[in-house]
């Protein structure tokens, strides 16, 4: 997690880096501070707890801070807690670590990951003399850069390399040298980073919406690289100290798509976009009645090869999977696995060439998806990376890529990015049902059709969310509340659940409707709220027996159901109907309600919506 920005160039520091860390704000927001160097002056160091409002207050909108040069961070707490003195920057010099103000220094970093052998080089260093006035592990992390520099009085780009052989974890790193002004140098390992560049000036960022509002023109930092940056210039060096040269790609997304545009949240902002996001996805992969993936590189002969897919992906992601399961193995006729990532890696799971793992991501960067990436080619699998963060970890890495089509996504709660990896895997479950002969070509053109329509229902959900707007403001109160159905309704009821208690903090489950009796309800009381996912047809009257078994003891139903069921009524104590569709695609139409349903309960509760307490957007350590 962390957010990390870096300029130098000819214009005020201050500002920029504070622009660039309100728009990383997502990845951390328990503290904030920038350094920024005015020639050859001392770095001045400002930090802030809480908010980056605060930090900006301290700066006076980071004009106060004189310097064209600097380095800015927003933090999620690994090591250490959320104070003044762990905020970043760290400084190598001696000094309180919590004061404003020019700091006598010959490093100055900014960190993003975590280093897991810090508490080893700390020893280290404390025997060479350094003192620590933190507990993080960036500050060991800038020291140790301070030491090998000093010691074999090299470089920063020798030291920097030094340091990076010596460390265990992941990095993202922003730093500045004082014999080395208008100069920033970064490096990272299995955390993102990305340069910007214009004529005569250079942007360093964690994500593109930083610095999009700048230049489009960027640079992916390879792992295991280090980057000397200077105003409108920008070399890479591996781990040996040789230059690399990398490819500049041009960002080709709207700057307003990281903007809120009118609406009050961007998580509501993201809501509404879907029916985009869902569109551009298929159109991505589908012309007419044909699918197309060769672009991932996925052909016929691939897809009839398989036989075996394994999901592997974290939170809402893993939901997904949840739900392409039930097609994989309803079309495809394929054994389908789901798993946690950060199960998976440490499980050994029998995988053979036939197998393919799908690996689902919204940015791409996820610790334990990645990891769990590289244990599944490790263990000889083929990989197909399902993310929607262009040029990240994981689509690198990945033996196969195809991007969802969903824009950047800035609210924690992901909405949007969900909606359109369901696109992918519903097409990836037609393609294989189609490549074995599973499905007609026809009944392909049909499914096809069909998500078409998908877009235009969403927005007709979209229309009538004052209906949950209202009721969200009789369940403010809740203390707990269930999400039951079974099948693709259980994989519905696992994102409703998660949505509902991530920004709303109230407590909630999900369960397979059919288990809720093997023990759990006995926690339903007077009121419970339990909200009941009844698109399946066949398993319809099965799960509302299970939701009246809960009002038998005192619970209150909502049911979520296509239109025409209207029987329901007689059951549950409020309804809400979606558009039809084929049975296999309502996931796509349930989870709108379910998300609306989150987002007025957080906002009636009077809480931070994109910016939930202890979450981070993209969660980059294990
Ligand atoms: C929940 C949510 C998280 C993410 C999870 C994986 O609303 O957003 O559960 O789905 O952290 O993140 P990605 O998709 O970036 O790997």
């Known amino acids: 997690m962390c957010g990390i920005v870096g300029y130098t160039g000819k214009r005020r520091a201050g500002p920029i880096l504070l622009d660039g860390l309100s728009r990383l704000e997502y990845r951390g927001y328990d503290s904030a501070g920038m350094a920024v160097r005015d020639g050859n002056k001392l770095a001045e160091v400002v930090k802030a707890t809480g908010k980056l409002i605060h930090l ?6 980071g004009r106060a801070l ?45 960190h993003n990951g975590i280093i897991e052998n810090y508490a080893e080089l700390k020893e280290k260093l404390l025997r060479h003399g350094y003192t620590f006035y933190s507990d993080t592990d960036t500050e060991v992390l800038v ?22 052989v010596r460390v265990r974890g992941s990095y993202a790193l922003g730093l500045m040298f004082q014999d080395y002004p208008g100069e920033i140098f970064a490096a990272r390992k299995d955390s993102p980073l990305i340069i910007g560049t214009e004529e005569d000036a250079s942007y360093l960022a964690s994500d593109v919406p930083a610095i999009l509002k700048y230049t489009r023109d960027v640079y992916y930092i390879e792992n295991l690289q280090v980057a000397r940056i200077s105003p409108g210039h920008v070399s890479f060096y591996d781990l040996n100290g040789d230059e690399r040269s990398l490819p500049l790609t041009t960002i080709t997304w709207d700057a307003s798509a990281a903007e809120k545009e009118g609406y009050e949240h961007f998580m509501l902002k993201e809501i509404h976009e879907q029916p985009e996001a869902v569109q551009n996805t298929l159109n991505s992969l589908a012309a007419e009645d044909e699918i197309h993936l060769e672009e991932a590189g996925i052909t016929q002969e691939f897809l ?40 998976y890696r440490y499980r050994s799971i029998p995988t053979q060439d036939d197998t393919l793992v799908v690996i689902i991501s919204q940015s791409g960067e996820t610790a334990d998806s990645l990891a769990a990436l590289r244990a599944a080619k ?3 699998a083929a990989t197909l990376a399902v993310v929607n963060v262009v040029g990240s970890s994981i689509a690198r890495e990945a033996d196969h890529v195809i991007y969802t089509k969903a824009g950047p996504e800035i609210a924690v709660a992901t909405t949007k990015a969900y909606s359109a990896q369901l696109i992918v895997l519903y097409i990836l479950a037609i393609a294989l049902g189609a490549a074995k002969g599973r499905i007609t070509s026809e009944q392909k053109a049909g499914y096809i059709r069909e998500l078409r329509t998908i877009p235009d229902k969403i927005r007709r959900i979209l229309e009538e969310k004052e209906r949950l707007q209202w009721f969200s403001s009789k369940i403010v109160n809740a203390h707990d509340i269930f999400f039951i159905g079974r099948g693709l309704d259980y994989a519905m009821s696992l994102e409703g659940s998660l949505k509902m208690k991530e920004i709303s903090y109230i407590h909630s489950e999900a369960y397979a409707a059919g288990e809720l009796k093997h023990g759990t309800i006995s926690l339903i009381e007077n009121n419970t709220l339990v909200v009941g996912l009844l698109t399946q047809s066949a398993l319809y009257e099965k799960t509302l027996s299970n939701m009246t078994e809960c009002k038998a003891r005192g619970a209150y139903l909502m049911g ?44 009636n509760r009077g809480l931070d ?13 294990e």
Not at 56 to 61: F, I, L, N, P, S
Not at 151 to 161: C, L, N, R
Not at 609 to 621: G, I, Q
């Open 56 to 61: 900006a207050d301290k700066t006076d909108q």
């Open 66 to 110: 004189e310097g064209t040069c600097g380095i800015g961070h927003t933090r999620w707490a690994t090591h250490g807690d959320p104070s003044l003195v762990n905020a970043h920057p760290h400084v190598s010099g001696n000094c309180t670590g919590s004061a404003s103000g020019p700091v006598e220094s010959e490093v100055v970093g900014v």
């Open 143 to 164: 020291k140790l850069v301070d030491y090998y520099y000093n010691k074999y009085k090299i470089g920063p780009v020798d030291a920097i390399t030094r340091t990076m």
């Open 304 to 343: 009839a090869g398989l036989r075996e897919v394994d999901i592997v992906a974290c939170g809402s992601a893993w939901h997904v999977g949840m739900a392409a399961r039930v097609l994989l193995e309803d079309l495809a006729g394929v054994p389908t696995r789901v798993e946690l990532a950060s199960e």
């Open 378 to 380: 490790e263990r000889g």
């Open 560 to 603: 979520i159901t296509p239109n025409g069921n209207f029987q329901v009524e007689d059951s549950v104590n409020f309804a809400l109907y979606i558009p039809r569709t084929d049975e296999h695609f309502f996931p796509s139409l349930a989870v709108i309600p379910l998300q609306l349903l989150a987002y007025y309960t957080s906002v």
């Open 609 to 621: 919506v994109d910016k939930p307490r202890n979450l981070a957007k993209s969660v980059t350590v």
